[in-house]
């Protein structure tokens, strides 16, 4: 079991810059791959960035050179820069932990942030 605690939502103004954490506790031993994702009203939830164990990192097209994932390992925390915000990145964005198996793969999810981009 993971636990997964976000931070660092809030109301941005277009253009602006705002900065995601994700705390990580439990078996975080057992994780492979973390990353972000975000809903908006009336849409599905979408990827936005992951970073594996090894530290590789893949983006969505809509925020490719705009959002940077990292991670700080001694802190067990991942984090999402946001720069350059437009209003359509306003969404709840969530943080997932993912440990793949020989079948299906496991996913662990936090409570969400609401991230706001108005002027």
């Known amino acids: 079991q993971v636990q997964l605690v976000e931070s660092g939502g809030g109301l941005v103004q277009p253009g602006g810059s705002l900065r995601l954490s994700c705390a990580a506790s439990?078996?975080?031993?057992?994780?492979?791959?973390m990353g972000w994702y975000r809903q908006a009203p009336g849409k599905e939830r979408e990827l936005v960035a992951t970073i594996t164990s090894h530290g590789t990192t893949n983006y969505a097209d809509a925020v490719k050179d705009r959002f940077t994932i990292s991670r700080d390992s001694a802190k067990n925390t991942v984090y999402l820069q946001m720069n350059s915000l437009k209003p359509e990145d306003t969404a709840v964005y969530y943080c997932?932990?993912?440990?793949?198996?020989?079948?299906?793969?496991?996913?662990?999810w936090g409570q969400g942030t609401q991230v706001t981009v108005s002027s």
């Open positions: 439990g078996s975080i031993f057992s994780i492979h791959v």
């Open positions: 997932n932990s993912r440990r793949y198996t020989n079948s299906a793969p496991i996913d662990y």
